[in-house]
């Protein structure tokens, strides 16, 4: 469960976040909607205390990333923006390398690494060296290693950048899998058919702040149309970023 | 401390598999420079030998009025050449090292018993010339002496009379002190190795982390970011130590090769002086690894953390460079300079001094504070949000 209240962060001059609220509930999917550069990553980091914010309050299952913040790291699996792999290790060790960290014992490791080989189909390649590894392959390694110590919340930022159809289904089958689980999860996306098809609630963000909050059917129903492209378009009030 | 231990392994294990990190660290110090100094000391020798034995040709001015002279001269086994048109010209354009002139006055100076003077043009300042210009002034002086002694005989007069000072040579250097080459190259090869052997590792644990963007997913883990800085750090200055250490070892597997000789050297590296090499210089592989570190941390790029390191690399050499330019006589005051009290202790070992215990306490301390003090900044600056994001 997240709560995050009024929130702001400036770079300089730039209001990059402008007060944003909104709250992910436990087995549901909130999607941070919203054109490149509206604030959605700057969120993200601001959740998994990597910035800290300039105003505002943050509560993950009731901590605070300012001053818990090794707690909240914890309890989060992060899918950054940069997924960076090690290219000299195999996924197996990029994976393990995680769960060292997390302080997990060797043998819960293969055991959880055994269970994400099988959840998302990645036995062709565990053994393999990273270097060379397909897009697909490398969002495929770097969930499984921000899944590894078992998180309640999963935050992703543009999960399905880069990926092509069967990849993008296989990652929509697995975060629906976290939802059934009871998880609560937040991506961040532009992108409208991953919402509609996987969200049950939508945040959209527009220059720092949410334009609009609520399910696909409320959205459709404030903004009077019929497709969730156009309520988009209608409740952000224009179609700058929509394209990329 | 488990993240710690964590990052320092898998940064070993990661670079382990890095031929580029292999070759930089431990392969490119540990034999290029061992290789590089015999090789000098080789071109040193045979250059030298083959000037004192080269058969010594030299144009002589005015050879008319010195027959004698000219006699003597080539009776020392000196091939005399005719009268050069310009010999200044000669001596500049390095045709010739030495050109003799014995000026018209030189018959009426010796009739009358006077200096009779004879000029040596030269230029001293060109190295390959101190041979041959020491081997004409040798002749010239021998055969002063000769005529010397002959003109005080023919008055009855003793010869020793005119040398009332004996100089007798009182050799005490030990084959070792006469190491000098050695003394000063060494700390300079292993001040150099200390940073070379640490600079792969520090950009590519830093910046390269930061150009492969695993930075930021990195440090999401829940682990003290100084943690992390810090395995990064000891992985650094384990590579830097162990690529002293072959350097080292490569340096005694190659010293017997050397042409000892010419050079008076007894320079046998005994594993209790290369142990006590590595040990002075340990201190200046964790300030290595923390410098490095520390300016390729805020580099956004492999690439942009190269362009900072050729500067580095000067640090240690500026000391080394200012004790080949003035050798001065080993203090205790010296000792509390870091990177160049290394110079100095590695000097003293080499010529087999025993070294006072203090001196190595204050050379190890000195050295040692000014590398954790680096290593603090350096494990703070992630901290710092800007210098995660930034990405070129």
């Known amino acids: ?244 | 401390m488990r993240g710690l231990i964590t990052v320092f392994r898998k940064e070993v294990r990661e670079n382990i598999r890095d031929r580029r990190a292999l070759f930089n660290s431990l392969l490119l110090g540990p034999l290029l420079f061992p290789l590089l100094f015999v090789g000098m000391m080789w071109f040193l020798e045979s250059a030298e030998r083959e000037r004192a034995e080269k058969t010594l040709e030299l144009p002589v001015v005015g050879a008319e009025y010195a027959p004698s002279l000219i006699r003597f001269l080539e009776q020392q086994g000196t091939v005399i050449l005719p009268e050069p048109e310009d010999p200044e010209e000669m001596v500049r354009s390095q045709e010739v090292p030495v050109v003799i002139r014995i000026l018209p006055e030189f018959p009426a100076q010796w009739e009358q018993g006077l200096p009779a003077p004879v000029e040596v043009i030269s230029d001293p300042s060109r190295q390959e010339s101190n041979a041959p210009i020491r081997r004409v002034k040798q002749l010239l002086l021998g055969y002063g002496q000769q005529i010397g002694a002959l003109r005080l005989q023919l008055r009855g007069v003793s010869p020793q009379l005119a040398s009332p000072v004996m100089i007798k040579d009182v050799d005490l250097s030990t084959p070792k002190s006469r190491a000098i080459l050695a003394v000063i190259f060494l700390p300079y090869v292993l001040m150099i190795t200390a940073f070379t052997g640490a600079t792969h590792l520090a950009m590519d644990t830093t910046a390269g982390e930061k150009e492969r963007k695993s930075l930021e997913p990195l440090l999401i883990n829940p682990v003290p970011r100084w943690q992390i800085m810090t395995g990064k750090m000891i992985t650094t200055t384990v590579f830097a130590m162990a690529s002293l250490a072959l350097t080292l070892v490569s340096f005694r597997i190659v010293l017997p090769y050397m042409p000892v000789g010419a050079f008076g050297m007894d320079l046998t590296l005994g594993l209790e002086t290369l142990l006590k090499i590595l040990l002075i210089i340990s201190p200046v592989a964790i300030l290595a690894a923390a410098m490095l570190t520390l300016l390729a941390s805020f580099a956004k790029s492999y690439r942009e953390a190269q362009s900072y390191m050729g500067l580095v690399i000067l640090i240690p050499m500026i000391p080394s460079l200012i004790f080949m330019a003035n050798p001065v006589k080993a203090e205790a005051w010296m000792t509390a300079v870091p990177l160049f009290s290394q110079n100095i202790l590695i000097g003293e070992v080499i010529r087999g001094e025993s070294v006072p215990l203090a001196w190595y306490g204050a050379s190890f301390a000195s050295t040692l504070l000014i590398g954790l003090i680096l290593a603090v900044i350096a494990a703070t600056l992630y901290n710092r949000p800007k210098l995660i994001f930034s990405t070129s």
């Not at chain 1, 043998?107 to 269970?115: F, G, L, S, V, Y």
């Not at chain 1, 490398?138 to 110590?149: D, E, F, L, P, Y």
């Not at chain 1, 078992?150 to 939802?179: C, F, H, W």
């Not at chain 1, 999860?185 to 058919?193: D, G, K, P, Y």
């Open chain 1, 1 to 244: 469960m997240i709560v995050v209240k009024n929130l702001r962060k400036s770079f300089g001059e730039v209001k990059a976040v402008n007060g944003i609220s909104f709250e992910a509930r436990d087995g549901e999917i909130t999607g941070l909607l919203g054109p490149n550069g509206a604030g959605k990553t700057t969120t993200l980091r601001m959740l998994y205390s990597l910035l800290p914010p300039d105003a505002g309050e943050i509560r993950i299952d009731g901590l605070d990333p300012t001053r818990d913040a090794m707690e909240i790291k914890r309890t989060l699996g992060v899918v950054p923006d940069s997924r960076g792999l090690y290219s000299r290790l195999t996924a197996r060790e990029n994976i393990s390398y995680y769960g060292q960290l997390h302080g997990m014992k060797r043998a819960a490791i293969d055991r959880r690494i055994d269970d994400l080989v099988a959840r998302l189909d990645m036995s062709e390649f565990i053994d393999r060296r990273t270097e060379g590894f397909s897009q697909g392959q490398r969002v495929k390694v770097a969930i499984a290693r921000a899944m590894v110590h078992e998180p309640q919340t999963v935050l992703m930022d543009e999960p399905s950048n880069g990926l092509d159809v069967m990849s993008t289904r296989a990652l929509r089958e697995y975060i629906l899998g976290l939802k059934r689980g009871g998880h609560s999860v937040v991506l961040s996306t532009h992108i409208m058919q991953e919402v509609a098809a996987l969200c049950d609630r939508i945040v959209i963000i527009a220059r720092g702040e949410v334009a609009a909050d609520g399910t696909a059917a409320e959205l459709l129903a404030r903004s009077g149309c019929s497709s969730l492209e156009d309520a988009f378009v209608k409740l952000i009030g224009t179609e700058e970023g929509l394209l990329a």
